[in-house]
């Protein structure tokens, strides 16, 4: 049986660089429904058929993906100096959502901004233990 995404449920993750801290930041992230991950991918990258197997090709001039996923999926964070989280509302793929401002984006050090997006993308997977069953 494979289990339903928990669309909403947040969870705590502490950057592997930071675990050893006495204060470490703890980052708040939620999972990315499959629509808004899908939608993701299409906003980066072109993927067509050759073959019989499928191609990825980052389009050109695009940010890096793991921007539009960190924007989507950050929910928060504590011990991030003084800086207060932030959230705008726009419009993205046809929804009114919130997502992190670029304001606070772009103080987060990139090395984190991969790793968060890395741990977000795979919020949404089946683990392996559920595709053996």
């Known amino acids: 049986m494979i289990d339903p995404l928990v669309i909403g ?34 906003s980066f990258a072109d993927i067509s058929i050759k073959d019989g197997k ?16 960190v924007r989507y999926g950050l929910k928060g964070f504590k011990n991030f100096g003084k800086v207060e989280f932030k959230t705008i509302r726009t419009t993205m793929f046809g929804q009114d959502i919130e997502v992190v401002d670029d304001s606070i984006l772009k103080m987060i050090p990139l090395d984190i901004i991969h790793e968060l997006a890395s741990v977000i993308w795979r919020g949404n997977q089946v683990d392996e233990e559920t595709r053996k069953n």
């Open 9 to 42: 449920l947040n969870k705590e993750y502490i950057a592997t660089n930071d675990k050893k801290s006495e204060n470490p930041t703890v980052w708040i992230i939620g999972c990315l429904d499959s629509f808004t991950q899908s939608k993701l991918i299409s």
């Open 54 to 69: 499928p191609e990825v090709e980052q389009k050109k001039n695009s940010e890096h993906p793991d921007f539009g996923i």
